[in-house]
């Protein structure tokens, strides 16, 4: 039925409007600045537009328009995760500007019992490129389960820790319009199979972002890779060279490389 679906969405596209607002802005360095209080930029600002109105919600509570699902429309899979992503920034618009954003299915790979979706976002702003963004997402009907398998973090240049709480999650999801109950609901998350409420995907990259640019390392392309399920509490931000990574001493969640530099994170 994979197969199917791959079949029918893969010429689908969908183009969604919206302006560059001062509001979100001014709400999310509110939330970044709790942990970097020098970030004179929003890193990854992008996030906040141009998201699904979340019409459609899966069992789990995200936007379901993307999901693997049958000629009836109903989900293949029971759960999905952020995998992976990159990002290309171009330019950055000005306040009450134009954003559009054109989204498609790149690719489609089964591994196993699960399914990764690679999804394409071009945002521009009359007509200009913004930011090009690849996000992969893998899609499973098994509940969480840690590997055990440990990757070891090298030792880092310059490191933060900083504490995400429960707080910082559900205001990040509000922000980004983000219903995913893992994030929002504790005693579902645990029910799925995690220790606690999880870190979103984009939370992390910026989080990521925002410590390169605190040490002036200013961001143009970024791949990065979601390790496992981070969750709420102290995390430790690492960084060498072009090189990033998300951990505590038990557990690696995150790691990501910067191939060329030229920040467009918005200054307020």
């Keep these: ?43 990854g600002f ?17 936007d379901n328009y993307q999901a693997p699902c049958d000629e009836a429309g109903n989900s293949l899979f029971a759960r ?8 290309n920034q171009h330019e950055c618009p000005s306040i009450g500007e134009p954003i559009e ?9 089964s591994v196993g019992k699960s399914v990764f979706v690679e999804i394409e976002r071009q945002l521009t702003s009359n007509q200009s490129p913004m930011v090009q963004e690849l996000r992969s997402l893998v899609y499973t009907n098994d509940k969480y389960r840690r590997s055990d398998s ?38 579902y998350a645990i029910s799925e199979g995690f220790e606690n409420l999880v ?15 605190v040490n002036g390392v200013k961001v143009k392309r970024f791949q990065y890779k979601n390790l496992r399920a981070c969750y709420e509490g102290d995390i430790t ?3 060498s060279g072009n090189k990033v990574d998300i951990y505590t001493k038990s557990s690696h969640f995150f790691t990501g490389t910067v191939n060329s530099y030229n920040s467009i994170s918005y200054r307020i």
């Design 46 to 62: 992008h996030f906040l537009y141009c998201n699904p109105s979340n019409t459609f919600l899966a069992q789990d509570g995200y």
């Design 237 to 239: 931000i690492g960084l």
């Design 199 to 213: 870190v979103q995907g984009p939370y992390m990259v910026t989080l990521a972002m925002c410590w390169m640019e």
């Design 101 to 109: 954003c054109k989204e498609q299915i790149k690719s489609v790979r």
């Design 1 to 43: 039925m994979v197969s199917g679906w791959r079949q029918a969405i893969k010429s689908k596209t969908w183009t969604r409007q919206d302006t560059m607002s001062a509001g979100s802005l001014y709400h999310l360095s509110n939330l970044l600045r709790r942990h970097f209080p020098t970030l004179r930029t929003v890193p």
């Design 150 to 187: 440990e990757e070891v973090v090298p030792n880092h240049e310059k490191t933060i820790t900083i504490n995400i709480t429960a707080n910082d999650i559900a205001r990040y999801s509000a922000l980004t319009y983000n219903l995913h109950k893992i994030h929002l609901e504790r005693a």
């Design 80 to 87: 999905r995760m952020w995998a992976r992503g990159e990002l």
